[in-house]
């Protein structure tokens, strides 16, 4: 039973019904969407909808044990970050030819994130791990703002696709910045598991449903 007064356990309760209201909003919209913007959209319901049923069984696993559930956690991200990242290469494909070596790069780079992000919470090496997973995404962000996307995106774009490209860009610039927040915060002896869940349940709120929105 979910205790009123535990504040970890209600986040996760918060962002298992958004999940799901999100996933159904993204699925109506589709069907009003036009031509190539049908598929982005399928996508954002597909990260909304995995996101909802992890943080049904994390919220289970907090509530239980209060501890951490850190194996479900970096499932949920190693299967919906990836999809961001399609996502992110979909849009660009619907205004313009992309070379799938864009793809991968985004792909590896986000990938090689998460792995450190979780064997830095296993204890191995958390702070040079979790310094590598940082370098991992500000690759992400050389190449979404000085590399092959940003000029794709620039030389091909409309403005309404220019317009969410860069809303894009600042939500994995400003709102991926908060993962590492947690991180730091919930590494050592000194860690708070409180500070880290509610932080990285607020980033999940932030990034993956508004990711859709744009």
Do not use: C
Not at 47 to 65: D, S
Not at 147 to 163: F, L, N, R, V
Not at 173 to 192: C, R, V
Request: hydrophobic share 60%.
């Amino acid at each position: 039973m979910l205790d009123p007064q535990d504040y970890v356990g209600v986040t996760f309760w918060i962002i298992s019904a958004a999940m799901v209201a999100a996933t159904y909003f993204f699925t109506v919209e589709r069907d009003r969407a036009v031509g190539k913007w049908k598929t982005s959209l399928s996508v954002a319901a597909m990260v909304t909808g995995i996101a909802a049923i992890h943080y049904f069984y994390m919220r289970g696993v907090w509530v239980e044990t209060g501890q951490t559930p850190l194996v479900l956690r970096y499932v949920d991200w190693l299967l919906t970050v990836p999809l961001q990242i399609i996502e992110f290469y979909l849009i660009l494909a619907a205004i313009a030819v992309v070379r799938a070596a864009l793809f991968w790069k985004l792909m590896v780079a986000s990938v090689a994130m998460l792995v450190f992000g979780f064997f830095g919470e296993l204890g191995v090496y958390p702070l040079l791990l979790g310094l590598l997973g940082v370098a991992a995404w500000g690759y992400i962000i050389y190449e979404i703002f000085l590399g092959e996307a940003s000029k794709i995106s620039a030389e091909s774009g409309t403005a309404a696709s220019q317009m969410a490209f860069n809303a894009l860009r600042l939500i994995v610039t400003i709102g991926w910045a908060i993962y590492p927040i947690g991180y730091f915060l919930g590494i050592g002896e000194a860690g708070s598991a409180d500070a880290l869940n509610i932080i990285y349940n607020l980033a999940d709120f932030v990034n993956k449903i508004a990711f859709g929105v744009v």
